[in-house]
């Protein structure tokens, strides 16, 4: 009995961690997807950067990371040395959507706050 009860909490407290990052842009039908991006010890060490520019010209609408059950076993069976993880990159809608240049701190401010894509100038 004491057995199963361990084994049913160990099951419990093993919940998938999941989070999305929305950028506010309409996605479109194009994903990229990492079912096992490899990060390391418990996370300390990142996966590599998912390169999307060439797949998304229009930016980025989405980002979700989750940690399956299947990449938190491998985890565990590394004793967390190897923590992989699955990422899906959903790439932002074509559209009417206008790149405009912005060269002041204000005007910035004013484009992020409406959510428009900008190029930022250097002086």
């Given at each position: 009995?004491?057995?199963?009860?361990?084994?049913?909490?160990?099951?419990?407290?093993?919940?998938?961690?999941?989070?999305?990052?929305?950028?506010?842009?309409?996605?479109?039908?194009?994903?990229?997807?990492?079912?096992?991006?490899?990060?390391?010890?418990?996370?300390?060490?990142?996966?590599?950067?998912?390169?999307?520019?060439?797949?998304?010209?229009?930016?980025?609408?989405?980002?979700?990371?989750?940690?399956?059950?299947?990449?938190?076993?491998?985890?565990?069976?590394?004793?967390?040395?190897?923590?992989?993880?699955?990422?899906?990159?959903?790439?932002?809608?074509?559209?009417?959507?206008?790149?405009?240049?912005?060269g002041s701190a204000d005007e910035w401010r004013d484009a992020v706050q409406v959510?428009?894509?900008?190029?930022?100038?250097?002086?």
């Amino acid at each position: 009995m004491r057995r199963a009860i361990i084994i049913v909490g160990l099951v419990l407290l093993s919940g998938c961690y999941h989070a999305t990052v929305n950028t506010g842009l309409a996605p479109g039908p194009v994903s990229i997807k990492k079912g096992w991006a490899s990060g390391w010890i418990a996370g300390l060490v990142p996966p590599s950067t998912v390169e999307a520019m060439q797949q998304c010209p229009n930016g980025v609408a989405s980002v979700e990371t989750q940690l399956s059950f299947a990449n938190q076993l491998v985890a565990w069976l590394t004793g967390y040395i190897y923590t992989p993880m699955s990422i899906v990159v959903t790439c932002a809608a074509g559209g009417n959507q206008a790149m405009r240049t912005v060269g002041s701190a204000d005007e910035w401010r004013d484009a992020v706050q409406v959510g428009e894509s900008f190029l930022v100038a250097t002086r």
